[in-house]
């Protein structure tokens, strides 16, 4: 019989599974679905490119715990570090993300326009607030900055109607600070101390994201069953059986919850909450063109591009082959071939993630909610992006993982 029964070796499963090994915990196992672990933190070398397959993955977090866990099992020698560049395509203009820190770099009649919106913006000027995204970044940003940018780009990076997706994912975005927007509007410049989070970030020397997963993964390999996916978890006295096999006390879920729904044996007490949890699927396609600027990555709100982000693999991996370029683009509109492409040819590489993001669509947060609830007291949990359903990036997987186990085992919360 297994303490723990840990379900997806992405990021949070395996960072739990090595947590808990570290507190003496070592009588659990991992079930992978796939052929091989990593889920959204992979890393494919295509010729002389070293391409992360799940899309965008950087080290950069707020957690200090993070970082020492992380460097903890792969030195912080073997990273470099980059000031964050990225940039925004608006209005045809090129400018330095976030928007609102940068708008002096658009034509002085775009600032105009662009300023005169945030300031007329309903959070400035105390409107009350609304409850589905499309009205709220309107609210929060001005109609300038959501129509021409936020807008567009969410609905390209989404694949649904803003307006069917829930404001509890964004509390990331800083309220707008009307004096110093209009600061640095007559300064020309920036002032970087205000930027959100993300201002620098670290990266593998050698190889792409995974290089970070593989050293915390290699601790716990002999304990994970790839190819392996959960097709049966039946409830016992003692806990769980699952795929008429394993026995286990407790599980631990970081898959999607509803890749569980026919192994739980779709309850129909709690069909409405699993059908409220959707995901999108996104596209990495790997392209080959020269560029001679240190962007590392690029927003694409434009609907009329097939692809929202693009991503300048050699300006953050030196290593790499240095014309390596990839983007991401919706499934949805990959398949439908929505826009157009801004590469000559064919790409020479494509990697389809069936699910990428949880897409917080109204209604999300109290179906997860009561999934979690029901199955909390059965001794199936959920922890990351998957098993709390939210748009986590792979620091925050870990940091969730670690509040996770402390909570799991009654110790003090990092």
Known sequence: MLDYLIVGAGITGVSVARLLQQHQQGNFLILEAESEPGGLCRT??????????????????????????????????????FPRVSKIEVENEVIDYPIEANLWQLP??????????????????????????????????????????????????????????????????????????LLSCLQQRSNTEKFPSHAGFFYPKAGGFQTIFDAIYKKIAAQTVLAQPVIKLEQTPQGWLVNDRYEARTVINTAPWNHLYKALGSPSALEPAFSKLRANSIVVSLWEQDYQHDWHWNYVPDLAVRHHREFYIHNFAPHSQANGIYTETNYLRWQAQVGATRFTGQPLYEHINQVAYPIPTLGHATAIQTILDFYREKNLLGVGRWGQWQYFNSDVCIWEAMKFVKQLLNLSQP
């Open 44 to 81: 494919k070398q295509i010729g002389q490119h070293h391409l992360d397959i799940g899309g965008g993955h950087f080290l950069c977090t707020k957690y200090q715990e993070v970082y020492d866990f992380i460097f903890a099992h792969i030195p912080e020698s073997e990273f470099n570090f």
């Open 108 to 181: 002085l009649e775009k600032q105009a326009d662009y300023l005169i919106s945030a300031l007329a913006s309903g959070e400035i000027n105390q409107k009350q607030e609304p409850e589905n995204y499309s009205d709220w970044i309107r609210w929060k940003l001005g109609e300038q900055i959501a129509n021409s940018y936020m807008l567009p780009y969410n609905k390209k990076i989404w694949g649904v109607d803003p307006q069917e997706m829930d404001i509890d994912w964004l509390h990331k975005i800083p309220r707008l600070n009307p004096k110093e927007i």
